[in-house]
């Protein structure tokens, strides 16, 4: 029988509708002004901040310091003024977003001059270089010393770099801290190879690293003593201590999993088989190797916990003393020791900063906020070394962190009723999966944009090994803390040790399936990084269905930038080595010239090179039909695309220091293209003709 309705009720139903449809967008637009509020101000600052010194860094040219801190200033006092006075109160969310915009450039631009130092020009012949030994790190053709320079033969001390890097391939018998002596053969610091690859010159400014080469024979040690300078002295002798702990967990945590062990305790990773980092990176378990949150949260959570029930036993004090502040404090010095300890690498200054703020709440009985810890420590990592803005580690560090940090305060809303329904145990592991997801998700475009290739078993090599890692790993870690006084330190290293080689199977099995991690065949233009960066940035910074809505405009922006940018088809190094991505086949290498430069970063693992024997041979990607003439004093390559055929010479890759070849998306034929040049510090605009080059053994 059908259902008697009062008369006009789908006028009401109607009304209805317009009522919930116009609560939800009230709702939407409350969320999206969220952004403005007083408790995001402080995370919308620190992302202005970083854009701040993307741009000075992308800026073409060095700007005018003295203009540009004028500008800072006055910026800054504009805010001021809008913050003080209530009629000004709508300028004061754009007055900020100028301030931190600003003071992100002119950092980048005070520090640039601040570490400026000496820089080799051009290359050397074998010459004697005397430092200290600073750094001792792993590399494909030997060991890589870092010297703090004390002279080198020839040079005047006004034109000596502070610090070098030379690759020492015999056997090496000093350790850090130690004067040696070395006869080296030093040039700069290699220029990047392709456009918008990691540019190792920029990073060497700022490292005060004025030059890199190789040891012919060996370094001996010499008589010389400590530098002067008691901070210079300092480092040396915390560079020694690093590598003696190095070497003692190394051995005691057992020869499997030892070098592991030494780079999570030390962060010096020289001791690990190239095998084994090639693993965690092709798995996406590298995050492992930088000493970050988990690290500092067992150190300095293991000194907080102890102080605090050691205090409270004690009745007269815990009566009249409130025990966690003394806990916090030597729970924070606990954790600048290990900072300084293991290398003080971006991740670790961040999550040093991030634990200082929540003991610093302990110690001003303040509520510690997630988010705004997340702010203050990318503020100030970003205004004591802007230039870390620039590097993957930053990038990625901070990406994960903000997108975990995000998701559990949505999550834990909703955590007392999931955990009624779903039982402890599975709700830990699904917190687990939803954990190692979003890390992953969030850290993938900067992994395409960086080195080219995403670990696509990421999930389920994160998924295996976290669980090891937390209630395996970190417990036996704090075991082995508890036990060194007592004598069983070796002990707890050795079960340690053991725990880790579980992680390194994992990471073994998950990178040996085929195509466990892979290289895209067109790269990330800069613009679509920028645009994932900033819809990771809306989500984190918004609430609600704001997060989803602004996150998903700028995505798809990001993935229309990346879907019109050019496709690389092939790329001719410095090196002399000839990298074509051939229909069907992937990314081969053709070497072609013994060259004196570099390959691509993102190549480094292709394998054997493909022979092209005289007098040429074809290679075909896409539309594009490549001739290859090697065996000649200057070989050449024709592309023919679009009817068009054009031919390169070697002479053009060493003067422009690498040639890129990209099929045009809107246009027919093959852009060439060459890492850009710009008039900075780090960066001149100078010809590379003059490489000594001979024709490649064919055979």
């Given amino acids: 029988m059908q259902r008697l309705r009062r008369p006009g009720w789908h006028k009401h139903k109607l009304a209805s509708e317009r009522k919930g449809a116009s609560l939800w967008i009230a709702a939407l637009w409350r969320d999206i002004w969220a952004v403005t509020s007083a408790d995001a101000r402080p995370l919308v600052f620190a992302f202005c901040l970083c854009a701040g010194s993307i741009a000075y860094f992308a800026w073409p040219r060095e ?24 009629r000004l109160q709508l300028l004061s969310f754009p007055a900020l977003i100028a301030f931190g915009a600003i003071a992100g450039f002119s950092a980048g631009a005070v520090r640039t001059r601040l570490v400026a130092a000496p820089v080799i020009e051009a290359e050397t012949r074998p010459v004697m270089v005397e430092g200290w030994v600073r750094e001792i790190e792993p590399g494909s053709h030997g060991d890589r010393v870092r010297l703090e320079v004390h002279a080198i033969a020839g040079r005047a001390h006004e034109e000596t770099p502070r610090f070098v890097r030379l690759t020492h391939r015999a056997r090496l018998e000093v350790a850090p801290g130690r004067f040696v002596r070395c006869w080296a053969v030093l040039r700069p610091p290699p220029s990047p190879v392709m456009p918008g690859e990691y540019d190792f010159r920029r990073q060497a400014w700022f490292e005060q690293l004025g030059a890199v080469g190789y040891v012919q024979g060996r370094c001996r040690g010499g008589s010389l003593g400590a530098p002067a300078g008691t901070f210079t002295a300092l480092g040396l002798k915390v560079a020694a201590i690093r590598r003696r702990l190095a070497e003692h967990v190394h051995t005691a945590a057992g020869e499997r999993a030892g070098g592991f062990a030494a780079a999570l305790v030390s962060g010096d990773r020289s001791f690990m088989n190239e095998s084994d980092q090639d693993a965690l990176r092709q798995s996406g378990l590298s995050h492992l190797l930088a000493i970050s949150g988990l690290h500092m949260s067992i150190v300095g959570g293991l000194v907080f916990l102890l102080v605090r029930r050691g205090l409270a036993l004690i009745e007269p004090l815990a009566l009249r003393v409130a025990v966690q502040k003394p806990a916090a404090l030597a729970a924070l010095l606990a954790s600048f ?36 810890s997340y702010a203050i420590a990318m503020i100030l990592v970003v205004l004591l070394q802007p230039e870390s803005v620039m590097t993957p580690g930053f990038q990625m560090s901070f990406a994960a962190t903000g997108a975990l940090i995000a998701t559990y305060e949505a999550w834990s809303r909703h955590r007392s009723g999931q955990e009624r329904i779903m039982g402890p145990v599975r709700y830990a592991w699904a917190s687990l999966l939803l954990t190692s997801l979003v890390a992953s998700l969030a850290t993938a475009p900067f992994a395409f944009y960086h080195f080219g290739r995403i670990a696509t078993l990421g999930v389920v090599a994160n998924l295996l090994a976290m669980p090891v890692i937390t209630f395996v790993s970190a417990p036996l870690a704090a075991f082995t803390l508890l036990a060194i006084p007592f004598g069983f330190g070796d002990l707890g290293l050795r079960l340690f040790g053991l725990s880790l080689e579980a992680v390194l199977a994992i990471a073994h099995i998950c990178a040996s399936f085929e195509g466990g991690a ?40 990001a993935g229309a930038a990346w879907s019109r940018s050019d496709v690389p088809i092939a790329i001719w190094a410095p090196s002399g080595d000839l990298f074509v991505h051939e229909t069907g086949s992937g990314w081969n290498r053709y070497s072609l010239v013994d060259g004196d430069g570099l390959s691509p970063l993102r190549f480094s693992k292709i394998g054997d090179a493909t022979i092209c024997s005289p007098p040429s041979c074809e290679a075909s990607s896409a539309e594009t039909r490549l001739t290859i003439t090697p065996g000649t004093e200057n070989p050449n390559i024709s592309i023919s695309s679009g009817g068009e055929t054009q031919t390169v010479y070697w002479t053009d890759v060493v003067a422009s220091g690498g040639l890129t070849f990209a099929q045009r998306r809107n246009a027919p034929g093959v852009l060439l293209e060459h890492p850009a040049c710009s008039h900075r510090p780090w960066q001149a605009c100078t010809s590379r003709t003059g490489v000594p080059v001979r024709p490649a053994d064919p055979g």
């Fill in 518 to 557: 892979q290289v895209p065949g067109q790269a990330m233009p800069s613009l679509a990084l920028a645009l994932f960066a900033t819809a990771l940035a809306a989500a984190i910074a918004a609430r609600g269905w704001a997060r989803l809505l602004l996150a998903t405009i700028f995505l798809v922006g």
């Fill in 337 to 372: 020791a290990y900072l300084v300890i293991s290398g003080a690498s971006v991740s670790t200054q961040r999550a040093f900063i991030m634990l200082a703020v929540v003991f610093g709440a302990v110690l001003a009985d303040r509520a510690a906020l997630s988010l705004r």
């Fill in 63 to 86: 700007p005018d310091l003295a203009a540009f801190s004028a500008a800072t200033g006055a910026i800054a006092a504009a805010w001021l003024v809008t913050r003080l006075y209530w």
